[in-house]
């Protein structure tokens, strides 16, 4: 079983290098904007027969958002980079990463609801302010977010680095003297390592989420925008978060594919090989997710 994992995290590894180096990935954005292009005309009839009261018009809606969101999903994108170098990068659960895929997803969903909403009743701005807002400024945080994400994993990798060797060299002296978090004495002197990676996990998770979400799908501005302006505000919002959970479809793939091609790569490795080499993991997908964000906002 380990070797089908290890030659199964290598297969997909050099499989994503190879796709990437023949420009498969342009070809798949290409594909991908042309179904958007193609869903918008099924999308504005669903929307049409929402205002007209028709039966099942709801449903038809909610399904054309969702494989709207799918679609868009499968084109380039700042959350699925994110959540698979990571996935990548880190040694993570896989339904703890599933379910932050899921929550930046439908989060972004939010975030594209409330810019509308707060733009439309309470700053009077029309769509041209609300979509350049999204595409320059938020756009621009997002990945300044996400490259501070980057950084932070480099960060952590390297310190990981220096803790391993420090450890390598010098953990069998002084066996007496180490009591961890708790000596017996009643109290705890410090965090244990399960409370310190529990909190790490939940602010990773919240600058995730956070990155992903703060630049919303313009597929959904332009949906809630225009059933704003048609008095049905309602099917807009519920599109919305349609789309979100459409593009969760494909952002927890991603999240699971990281996964398994990084335990399949590890899985040939002892456990004292594995610890060595996770923070290395960490420093090379830290430095690829701030080195993809650093060339998005035009900084190389």
Do not use: N
């Amino acid at each position: 079983m380990r070797r089908v994992l290890t030659l199964g995290g290598i297969a997909v590894a050099l499989g994503l290098a190879l796709v990437w180096a023949l420009g498969g990935f342009d070809a798949l954005g290409r594909m991908a904007a042309e179904a958007q292009r193609a869903m918008q005309a099924p999308l504005a009839g669903a929307v049409r027969a929402v205002k007209a009261g028709e039966p099942a018009a709801w449903a038809g809606l909610l399904a054309v958002c969702f494989g709207y969101g799918v679609v868009h999903a499968a084109g380039p994108g700042h959350g699925k980079f994110v959540i698979g170098g990571y996935g990548v990068a880190r040694r993570v659960p896989v339904l703890r990463l599933s379910v932050v895929a899921l929550a930046a997803s439908l989060a972004q969903a939010a975030v594209a609801v409330a810019l509308v909403y707060a733009g439309a009743l309470l700053l009077g701005w029309g769509r041209e302010r609300m979509v350049g807002l999204a595409e320059g400024t938020l756009a621009v945080a997002s990945w300044g977010a996400i490259g501070a994400i980057g950084l932070w994993l480099v960060w952590r990798g390297v310190r990981g680095v220096l803790r391993t060797g420090q450890g390598h060299h010098h953990g069998h002296h002084h066996h007496h003297h180490d009591h961890g978090a708790e000596c017996g004495c009643g109290h705890a002197h410090g965090p244990s390592a399960a409370q310190v990676a529990e909190a790490t996990g939940w602010r990773d998770t919240l600058a995730l989420v956070g990155g992903v979400a703060v630049r919303p799908c313009s597929g959904a501005l332009f949906l809630l925008i225009l059933t704003f302006q048609m008095g049905i505000g309602a099917a807009g919002v519920a599109g919305a978060f349609a789309m979100g959970l459409g593009v969760a479809v494909v952002t927890v793939a991603v999240a699971v594919l990281a996964v398994w091609s990084r335990e399949g790569a590890l899985a040939g490795f002892g456990e004292a090989r594995v610890w060595r080499a996770l923070p290395w993991l960490e420093i090379a997908g830290g430095a690829v997710i701030a080195a993809f964000a650093a060339g998005m906002m035009g900084l190389v």
